[in-house]
């Protein structure tokens, strides 16, 4: 049987309002898959409640293990306008923010380190800006960054929140082609994304979301005018 990502009676409720309502769904790892939806859908709820950062009733499963016994296993790229870029921080020092957990706490960064960091940032273009504060840099350049931390992670499954946001056309084919070849390594990418006209050419897999499931499976299946009229409660174009 294929590994898989297992969503199991989730309902998510914010001051006595249900922001999710009874999702279900099963998805095969080794994909690239696109949770769509219109505004206020619950597509951000149900990435956090999968990973347990909001409470949630339901059960969620990755290859038959809880999320909370994968967390080194797991990385989280949340919407890249929900970061201080005021903070004075490098390009570089970001980066090695997703090695803490193998440098470990009051230990500096070693040789290996610094090539892993170097190594991310060049992989999305983005080594000659790796001692620049993060201030400096256009909404494309900082969605790199976050690309090449998630990168040095090297975790199994990821989620991302949005993360053509805001960037150029240059940024968006980039990342688009890392995911890719993430996604040919074997990794798993959830990914939250808006643009309906490219769900199709990107996505091996889209789960459509409307405070429930509206549809799952590959994106040539999902993506039919029936489906997306329930989901967005009015004709697509």
Avoid at 101 to 122: C, T, Y
Avoid at 147 to 163: M, W
Wanted: hydrophobic share 40%; charged share 25%; aromatic share 8%.
């Amino acid at each position: 049987m294929n590994d898989m990502i297992t969503v199991k009676n989730m309902y998510v409720n914010y001051q006595g309002k249900k922001v999710l309502d009874d999702i279900n769904f099963e998805v095969s790892t080794g994909k690239l898959i696109g949770i769509v939806g219109p505004n206020g859908a619950g597509k951000s709820t149900l990435v956090k409640a999968m990973l347990g950062l909001i409470k949630s009733s339901g059960e969620v499963y990755i290859n038959q293990q809880r999320p909370m016994d994968l967390v080194k296993k797991l990385t989280y790229m949340k919407q890249g306008s929900d970061y201080d870029l005021t903070f004075p921080i490098s390009v570089a020092d970001v980066v090695m923010l997703g090695l803490h957990s193998q440098i470990g706490l009051f230990k500096r960064p070693n040789k290996k380190h610094h090539a892993l960091v170097e190594a991310a940032l060049e992989r999305v273009e983005m080594l000659a800006f790796k001692n620049r504060q993060i201030a400096e840099l256009s909404g494309g350049q900082w969605q790199r960054v976050l690309i090449a931390r998630i990168l040095v992670q090297d975790a199994e499954v990821l989620f991302l929140d949005e993360p053509f946001t805001g960037i150029d056309a240059d940024s968006e084919r980039k990342i688009i082609e890392i995911l890719r070849e993430l996604r040919d390594n074997g990794k798993t990418i959830l990914m939250i994304y808006h643009h309906l006209d490219s769900v199709t050419r990107y996505f091996d897999e889209v789960i459509l979301i409307n405070k429930t499931i509206i549809a799952y499976g590959s994106a040539t299946e999902v993506f039919t005018d029936d489906n997306l009229k329930k989901a967005y409660m009015r004709g697509v174009t």
